[in-house]
């Protein structure tokens, strides 16, 4: 019989042991991999929801997005992608709208975690799953949505410290966790409205996300689409520490525990769209959540359901104005689009 692996707090503490403070990426990147990997953290009994669980109305309205856009666009055959798709909620929501509207594309979804591909296998059977986006179809226009997955990707923090900035790492001491400031880095790497900042500032970048939308972006730009990407964020550089634990769907401290708790960070959409734009294609927005979903009809479509369920009503309004103003300005889109692509819907 196997020796059972070790718990991850145990490895992550012997390698600190052994090799030294490790990076709060590299925290970042092992904690999620590990808590991705062994459960479905969504709904009730898991530890938050996320848009698509809340309301049909969502990934319906996603859909047709995506549906105006193909259309308008000449209706070419395209490939249908959605990075981190959770339980296949907003997938199946989108699809069955596409398909009134005469969309019917191929499914692919780029996941790791062998739970949540057997969730999303009972909501969509037909997808066809990937690892990374290196494996996803090169011979036709892909439409990409990406809603909650760059918050999960690793950060870098970088911390002011009296008049030098350095990198934090994080260091362990008999199963606890904590930050540590490293060593320091040039004034260089710092944006220059920020080099200012008073001590103890905090400054995140995200080398991961950038790396992956530069792919996408390269991808769209060769061979057409657009990649649509909702996230909590704000628009960079700014000065902030937003590296954040989530547990039973209430806020914890982000370095207990790793491997049992979701960790995100804010995303910066001013440097995803500047990353997308260095490849070629066109960025469009951020705008808010809410704005979008308005712009794409949801008032409308909260009164179809309400008048097709009428015993529903309530919570339909309810469920519309949690997504529209609850999360409507705390949640950003950004859409990216191939040269020659029309303009997305709701990017006025």
Known sequence: MTEAEPPLADRLARAITLAGPISIAQFMAAANAHYYATRDPLGAAGDFTTAPEISQMFGELIGLWCADLWDRAGRPDIAWVELGPGRGTLSADALRAMERAGLT?????????????????????????????????????????????????????????????HERLVACQDLLFLPIAGQQVPDSVIPPALRAAPPGSVIETSPASVAVMRALAQRIAAQGGAVLAIDYGYEGPAIGDTLQAVRGHAFANPFDQPGEQDLTAHVDFATLAAAAQAEGPHAFGPVDQGALLTALGIEARAAALAAASPERADSIAADRARLTETMGS???????GAPGWPAPAGFA
């Open 105 to 165: 594309p191929p499914v692919h979804f780029v996941e790791t975690s062998p739970t949540l591909r057997a969730e999303q296998a009972q909501r969509v059977p037909a997808a066809t799953w990937h690892d990374d986006i290196a494996t996803l179809p090169t011979d036709r226009p892909l439409l990409i949505v990406a809603n909650e997955f760059f918050d999960a990707l690793p950060v870098r923090q970088l911390v002011k410290a009296l008049d030098v900035w």
């Open 330 to 336: 705390l949640f950003k889109a950004l859409a990216v």
